[in-house]
């Protein structure tokens, strides 16, 4: 009993954290329950599903990465078209300041004389 408490109080916080002598106490419980014949079979019958299962949550992991990569890139996108929109909208202006700039340099001079002298 006072080796269980010393193993809980070095214990980290650390939810999945096991240690050897918790490993030990597992295969000791085991050994007792299950039987000497049974315990090889078992154990490959464990360690098949826990394979399975880590492999299902690696592949949820990569799924749920590439869904957000996915969905950073259509913002990235979104971001991309509003700015493009911008620029679109800046050359427009643009385009119409150089329009009435050249439409005021094409008066003729003496439009542009009469006007100084009425001053």
Known sequence: MKLLLSIKTSQKNNMFDVG????????????????????PKAARVAGFWIGKTKSIVATVQTEIKEELQAEEMRQILKEQTAVEEVQNLIEEGSDEIN????SLNSLPDEHVNKTDESK
């Open 20 to 39: 050897f002598w918790e490993l030990c106490l597992v295969g000791l419980v085991s050994l007792l329950v299950i039987g000497p014949e049974k315990l």
């Open 99 to 102: 329009k009435i700039s050249s």
